[in-house]
């Protein structure tokens, strides 16, 4: 989140007591950045079947199409940090948002080489979108507040994957085709990329902008050296990995195929994972606050998404109410976000906006590596024929077993809660 890394001339980060109207206002509209990008990334999951038939891809193939978002949103989150940094946020952030723009419409274009180009664009515009929305809140928001500014922004982004389930399903069903909703949310992200360009203010980069280009990513080398920034990194891809591969992607045909649920009850209990993490991620957050470490919190909420993993692959669906383990399981995995903040905090204060830019990297990483495999996974233990809940139960030990690790690797981290920092 460059917030820190490379302060700008004339634009002081949040104070104590400050407020500036215009960050607040353009923060507000990043906020819609967000809510996009987070709708765009889940959406595939409720069209699968028109997918595979209007590209004639196999199951692999389409975990590889929809996966492309991953790498570049990986590859980009380290280009986004560094470059708000560089060239400031008018200009910047817009940009992100018109890449989202155009890769979302151009998926709806029946051809399937330029669903991939659009589907990878799309992974680069949204790169920028949570670095931003921490970027302006920290020039907006008095320094008490940005806390729960980043959480008020996680909250609206997991609204976003929920839309990009139970609204876009009932459209694609109805009043629109499936392409045509990818050119309607391209031209929605596209109007949001004038906001920000409206609402966003000026900022003097004369001092960063004829910086060396080896300058603005050199704390990345401070991230990439400390040890713990990969523990941070592995603990929160994995325990992203059942809601944005599971959940986002094969969450709806798990349950329509799995559990025989139809089409619209399978939508909306799918998204039951991204409400859980609307709750989950600063109720979470606040936790740690509180108690003042980081650990327990991210084990405890770890535990959470074990045991529903657990009961939803392994115990009758009728055992429990519809949506939640659905929910249990996204209220669990917002604490994934914790290691967010532990990254941050075991990284120098000039190195912190890196540390995100480095964090997301190695998140999306995973995900990107993970989502053809368990495709591919799926697809073998089918054998061809159609998918089953023996076969998504098989598959679906990887999901077990990232959240086994990801508590593993839990106990290694650093302990940087308020607590341990007054002890010493």
Not at 45 to 61: D, I, R
Not at 102 to 123: E, H, K, P, Y
Not at 126 to 148: D, E, I, K, M, N
Not at 310 to 315: E, G, K, N, T
Request: include cysteine; hydrophobic fraction near 55%.
């Amino acid at each position: 989140m460059s917030t820190q890394s490379m302060p700008i001339s004339g634009v002081k980060p949040a104070t104590a007591s400050a407020f500036h109207k215009a960050f607040v206002v353009a923060w507000i509209f990043c906020l819609l950045f967000y809510f996009m990008e987070y709708a765009v990334r889940s959406a595939p999951s409720v069209m699968l079947p028109e997918l595979t038939t209007a590209f004639g891809l196999s199951t692999v193939g389409l975990s590889s199409l929809i996966g492309l978002y991953y790498y570049s949103y990986a590859a980009f989150a380290i280009v986004a940090g560094a470059s708000v940094d560089r060239w400031g946020a008018k200009y910047t952030i817009p940009a992100g948002v018109l890449i989202l723009a155009i890769g979302t419409a151009m998926f709806g274009v029946n051809v399937s080489w330029i669903a991939g180009a659009g589907r990878f664009l799309q992974g680069a515009g949204a790169a920028f979108a949570f670095v931003a929305a921490v970027y302006l809140a920290s020039r907006g928001l008095p320094a008490r507040y940005l806390a729960t500014a980043i959480g008020i922004t996680q909250c609206v982004g997991m609204l976003g994957g929920s839309a990009g389930q139970f609204v876009v399903a009932p459209l694609i069903h109805g009043p629109l085709e499936w392409q045509q909703f990818w050119v309607y949310a391209g031209v929605v992200s596209l109007l949001i990329a004038v906001a920000m360009f409206v609402a966003t203010p000026s900022e003097d980069v004369s001092q960063t902008s004829n910086a060396s280009i080896w300058t603005t990513f050199a704390p990345y080398k401070t991230v990439l050296t400390n040890p713990q920034s990969y523990l941070c990194g592995l603990c929160g891809g994995l325990l992203f990995l059942p809601t944005t591969v599971g959940a986002m992607t094969w969450g709806v045909s798990f349950l329509q195929e799995g559990w025989h649920v139809a089409y619209t009850p399978a939508v909306d209990r799918a998204a039951a994972v991204a409400i859980g993490w609307v709750f989950g991620s600063p109720i979470l957050g606040y936790v740690a606050d509180r108690i003042g470490r980081r650990k327990p919190v991210v084990l405890g909420g770890a535990a959470l998404m074990l045991a529903a993993t657990l009961a939803i692959f392994y115990l009758p669906p009728q055992t429990f109410p519809p949506y939640l383990l659905g929910f249990l399981l996204g209220f669990g995995s917002g604490a994934a976000m914790i290691p967010y903040s532990i990254i941050k905090e075991v990284n120098p204060d000039h190195a912190k906006g890196s540390a995100t830019g480095a964090m997301n990297f190695l998140v999306f990483v995973m995900t990107a590596l993970a989502a053809p495999v368990i495709g591919g996974s799926l697809q073998m233990l089918a054998g061809g024929a159609a998918l089953t809940l023996d076969v998504f139960v098989t598959a679906g030990s990887v999901y077990v077993a990232a959240i086994v690790v990801a508590a593993i690797l839990t106990l290694f981290l650093k302990e940087t809660g308020s607590a341990v920092r007054k002890a010493h």
